[in-house]
């Protein structure tokens, strides 16, 4: 099993940053790939960013490009969302993940094989 940590939610008024943390911990070795979703209150997680764990690529969702990046440390297993000019539409649960496997369609609708508990993000007007 894998186990997923976040860290770095908080309230931020718009136009701010803050940067978010995810320590994963058990059989890393299984990961392929690692990411970040968000949910808003009443809907399914949506795709935000991910990485490779091994080559470094990395995805956007359309939403988030140019504003938020993604990076990792492999040595701490520890990936990273750096959001910055933040929108009160970021308000969300944002949740780690992580998949054993090559990223596909299941991994992009929110089927990735381990999550983390999840850490609030609450932009202010």
């Known amino acids: 099993q894998v186990q997923l940590v976040e860290s770095g939610g908080g309230l931020v008024q718009a136009g701010g940053s803050l940067r978010l943390s995810c320590a994963a911990s058990?059989?890393?070795?299984?990961?392929?790939?690692m990411g970040w979703f968000r949910q808003y209150p009443g809907k399914e997680r949506e795709f935000v960013s991910d990485?490779?764990?091994?080559?470094?690529?990395?995805n956007y969702a359309d939403s988030v490009k140019g504003r938020f990046t993604i990076s990792r440390d492999k040595a701490k297993n520890t990936v990273f969302l750096q959001m910055n000019s933040l929108k009160v539409d970021d308000t969300a649960v944002y949740y780690c993940?992580?998949?054993?496997?090559?990223?596909?369609?299941?991994?992009?609708?929110?089927?990735?094989?381990?999550w983390g508990q999840g850490t609030q993000v609450t932009v202010s007007s």
């Open positions: 058990g059989r890393t070795f299984v990961i392929d790939a």
């Open positions: 990485i490779g764990w091994s080559a470094g690529t990395t």
């Open positions: 993940a992580a998949n054993r496997g090559p990223r596909g369609s299941a991994w992009y609708r929110g089927g990735a094989d381990y």
